[in-house]
């Protein structure tokens, strides 16, 4: 079943610009993670934040998990035409890589060039 | 991290019939894990694969629709028997990595006619 809720769940900018995106979860996790799919193809892991982490950084990207609310979000700096993609979030339970994950509806990036 | 081979990555199959898809890693892992992404949507969970033992499969999903074999540890695959249109989706094999993320195959487009 889907953990929850992701916003927008399509998002069009201009090139230069910055895309945020929202995920929102139900239950307990020990760490959430933001993935990356073009056309429909195999799924490029972007970045893990523990459930003890308030943000994370790398390279372009920012992420940020609150889990008074359950929320979570992804933000992608000076957005380029290769970051069109489908974005999802994803929890994990117990960690370890042991249970599988539980993902979001996503969120359709359209940069424009 | 580890790297998954998937096949086929895509196939047009007949109602009625089945397909076997292939996962192979190279590293040995201890879980494998299945998903299913239908057309526009997210990813859900099929079912786990643990080495020496029967698949635990998710809420909604059984054993004589999906049969997975977990022969090593460093292959598997997935069964999607007596095929509908319904079972149109993509279809992806996941393993865990060290740092707590996830590598994902590249995926398998079926197409049922």
């Known amino acids: 079943s889907q953990q929850g809720e992701e916003d927008p769940q399509a998002l069009s900018i201009q090139e230069g610009e910055n895309a945020t995106m929202n995920c929102s979860y139900k239950?307990?996790?020990?760490?959430l993670q933001w993935y990356r799919q073009n056309s429909g193809r195999g799924l490029v892991h972007l970045i893990l934040?523990?459930?003890?982490?308030r943000e994370k950084h790398s390279g372009r990207l920012r992420v940020t998990l609150d889990t008074s609310k359950k929320s979570s979000s992804l933000l992608i700096t000076a957005s380029r035409a290769a970051d069109t993609a489908s974005y999802f979030c994803?929890?994990?339970?117990?960690?370890?890589?042991?249970?599988?994950?539980?993902f979001g509806k996503g969120t359709h990036l359209i940069i424009q060039p | 991290s580890a790297v998954i081979s998937q096949k086929p990555s895509r196939d047009i199959c007949q109602r009625g019939t089945s397909l076997t898809i292939q996962c192979q890693v190279d590293?040995?892992?201890?879980?494998m894990f299945w998903y299913r992404q239908q057309p526009g949507q997210s990813l859900t969970l099929i079912a786990t694969?643990?080495?020496?033992?029967?698949?635990?499969?998710e809420s909604g999903f059984v054993i004589d629709k999906f049969p997975i074999s977990r022969p090593n540890l460093t292959f598997s695959t997935l069964t999607v028997s007596n095929m509908s249109p319904e079972d149109s989706s993509i279809y992806l094999c996941?393993?865990?990595?060290?740092?707590?993320?996830?590598?994902f195959g590249s995926g398998t487009r079926l197409t049922v006619v």
């Open positions: 694969a643990n080495q020496g033992s029967e698949a635990t499969y």
């Open positions: 994803a929890t994990d339970a117990r960690g370890g890589g042991a249970d599988g994950l539980t």
């Open positions: 239950t307990s996790i020990n760490n």
């Open positions: 590293s040995q892992v201890t879980m």
């Open positions: 934040i523990r459930s003890n982490e």
């Open positions: 996941s393993v865990g990595v060290g740092s707590g993320g996830y590598t």
